[in-house]
């Protein structure tokens, strides 16, 4: 018996000699991410053509999960072996390890020898014990692989309804398209609300040496050319100056000829600017002398436009000899703008109402 034993003891040391020193096959599979992974732990005298055999896995696949182990590996390292249906098949025939106890040679001697005395019942019950655990994680696996695919799937559908979907405050704002003529009074053209509410804006802002406006919504149009709904899509982020009420915008006509825009929505940009020109001057029968500092003097050119708004001022209210002045130069303009997109680097599609001018806001002796 003790011959027997010591056989089998033999041919065991040997078997696990000859085995490549990759006896610690870890059969438990480990999801990362969305991709299924053995985790191995390398041992002294291990290489990577040992643990792909071991395995059943391609070294390229193993290279491509692992990118550190291009350069070597060592003892102590946890590599991580892509799951295959060719692995899959030979991990389900390896026993998960026994962390419980580990055996020493005589004590698995004497289970080689308990199993070589059961063999043949071993041998009865092998096609169903190899068959059932292997289709099992394989249906398990493929379960999982197919549940994965299908939560993403599900993630990037409901990220998109969520995209879509407005918030409460965003569908309380978001103009609605209605077959219903605006019925309000029309409030004239856009355009001169612009020129009103700049006027109003510097007359209540003394000191203020100039205006800019850029308001940005998404308006609709009626039959009529007639802004009929707003949105407010001002942010600071974009620079808006945010003057407007979006209520006050609507009413107004915005285009009278253009039939294509007419029952439309689209994004609109309301842009003005203004600044205020002073001077100190000596109205002069045939000219304007300007004072630019106590010790110059000029005469302004007879050709500007500038002269000619003084002078004429000058003539109507009755003025002469030395006073103070201030012009005020202003540039608006209406924008259809690009994708619904307003911002510094936006793109404009169209402008309309395109207006630069220039009036005197004030002559007085100082």
Do not use: W
């Not at 027997?4 to 999801?31: D, H, Y």
């Not at 009413?251 to 253009?258: D, K, V």
């Not at 309301?270 to 110059?296: C, E, G, M, W």
Request: charged letters at 25%.
């Amino acid at each position: 018996m003790l011959k027997v034993i010591s056989t089998v003891l033999f041919i065991f040391l040997c078997s696990q000699f000859s085995q490549g020193q990759v006896a610690n096959i870890n059969s438990s599979i480990k999801v990362i991410g969305s991709e299924a992974f053995y985790m191995h732990e390398i041992l002294e005298g291990q290489e990577i053509e040992m643990i792909s055999e071991a395995y059943g896995a391609d070294i390229p696949a193993i290279l491509a999960s692992n990118p550190k182990i291009r350069t070597g590996i060592k003892p102590g390292m946890i590599l991580k072996v892509p799951f295959a249906v060719g692995s899959a098949e030979r991990m389900s025939k390896i026993p998960p390890p026994d962390t419980s106890r580990a055996n020493s040679p005589i004590q698995e001697a004497v289970r080689l020898l308990q199993d070589e005395a059961t063999k043949q019942q071993v041998s009865e019950t092998k096609t169903k014990v190899d068959e059932s655990p292997g289709e099992t994680e394989l249906a398990q696996l493929a379960a999982l692989s197919q549940s994965i695919s299908e939560g993403l799937s599900a993630l990037t559908e409901l990220k998109s309804v969520i995209e879509e979907t407005p918030t409460e405050k965003e569908a309380d704002a978001k103009p609605t398209v209605s077959s219903e003529p605006y019925m309000a009074e029309a409030k004239g053209g856009i355009g001169d609300f612009l020129d009103q509410f700049a006027t109003s804006y510097l007359g209540k802002n003394d000191t203020c040496s100039s205006l800019t406006l850029k308001e940005y919504f998404i308006i609709r149009l009626n039959e009529q050319g007639q802004i009929t709904n707003v949105k407010d899509e001002r942010t600071e982020t974009n620079e808006n100056s945010m003057y407007l009420n979006p209520e006050e915008v609507k009413g107004h006509l915005l285009i009278a000829n253009e039939e294509v825009l007419k029952n439309k929505i689209l994004p609109l940009g309301l842009h003005y600017q203004a600044r205020r020109i002073s001077y100190s001057l000596k109205v002069k029968k045939t000219r304007l002398r300007v004072f630019n500092d106590p010790l110059y003097v000029e005469h302004m050119a007879q050709e500007s436009k500038h002269n000619t708004l003084l002078r004429q001022y000058a003539i109507d209210n009755g003025i002469s000899g030395k006073c103070d002045a201030t012009i005020v130069e202003t540039k608006r303009f209406v924008s259809f703008q690009n994708a619904f997109e307003y911002n510094p680097f936006g793109l404009t599609d169209t402008l309309i109402l395109v207006k630069d001018s220039a009036y005197v806001e004030r002559m007085f002796s100082p």
